[in-house]
T-cell receptor, first 112, second 114 residues
Framework: KQEVTQIPAALSVPEGENLVLNCSFT??????LQWFRQDPGKGLTSLLL?????REQTSGRLNASLDKSSGRSTLYIAASQPGDSATYLC???????????FGTGTRLTVIP | DVKVTQSSRYLVKRTGEKVFLECVQD?????MFWYRQDPGLGLRLIYF???????EKGDIPEGYSVSREKKERFSLILESASTNQTSMYLC?????????????FGNGTRLTVT
């Protein structure tokens, strides 16, 4: 069964810093890799989706990369802002795309 | 924008009660999902449905059932609520048959069973 790990569980950075969030998965036979943001007490918001045939996706200050062979994905956030404070979760889609296996998330705090 | 709406943000129920959690999406998505989220355990799939009247068990279906009578609506049913079902429940939807269809989530229902 796919296992997804996100380390660290929590991260604090000063405003303006560039940062990288890490995600690792055990089974490289994935359909896609998705990154989500979750604000306290809310649902998840999709940030980026990388198809298994792709290496990276970009949206504004966010860039996500995928290395299937090593079982790793990273989410790069440029010029962090206090509004980026949230929990970030990654999820690996199985080959049927009927299930996503989620990590437990990294709680990011950007200090003004 | 895709909208996934869960009928209740907070629910408090008693042990043994039958509980219905409702979810509606407005983007004609084929796939719908129910997850529960617990601290330290992340999100775990309870059930999903890829079409009307179709359902598949996820990782933790015990104690739950689902109903999908219409494409836009997916209901989660706790047949006899127990305290270990206290959790945040998240509904999601996606389009079927494309590698580029992200999952869209509702805002969640926080259920407390006393």
């Amino acid at each position: 069964k796919q296992e997804v790990t996100q380390i660290p569980a929590a991260l604090s950075v000063p405003e303006g810093e560039n940062l990288v969030l890490n995600c690792s998965f055990t089974d490289s036979a994935i359909y896609n890799l998705q990154w989500f943001r979750q604000d306290p007490g809310k649902g998840l918001t999709s940030l980026l989706l990388i198809q298994s045939s792709q290496r990276e996706q970009t949206s504004g200050r966010l860039n996500a990369s995928l290395d299937k062979s090593s079982g790793r994905s990273t989410l790069y956030i440029a010029a962090s802002q206090p509004g980026d404070s949230a929990t970030y979760l990654c999820a690996a889609g199985d080959t049927g795309a009927n299930n996503l296996f989620f990590g437990t998330g990294t709680r990011l705090t950007v200090i003004p | 924008d895709v909208k996934v709406t869960q009928s209740s943000r907070y629910l408090v129920k008693r042990t043994g009660e039958k509980v219905f959690l409702e979810c509606v999406q407005d983007m004609d998505h084929e796939n719908m999902f129910w997850y529960r989220q617990d601290p330290g355990l992340g999100l775990r799939l309870i059930y999903f449905s890829y079409d009307v009247k179709m359902k598949e068990k996820g990782d933790i279906p015990e104690g739950y059932s689902v109903s999908r009578e219409k494409k836009e609506r997916f209901s989660l049913i706790l047949e006899s609520a127990s305290t270990n079902q206290t959790s945040m429940y998240l509904c999601a939807s996606s389009r079927r048959g494309t590698v580029n269809s992200p999952l869209h989530f509702g805002n969640g229902t926080r259920l407390t069973v006393t």
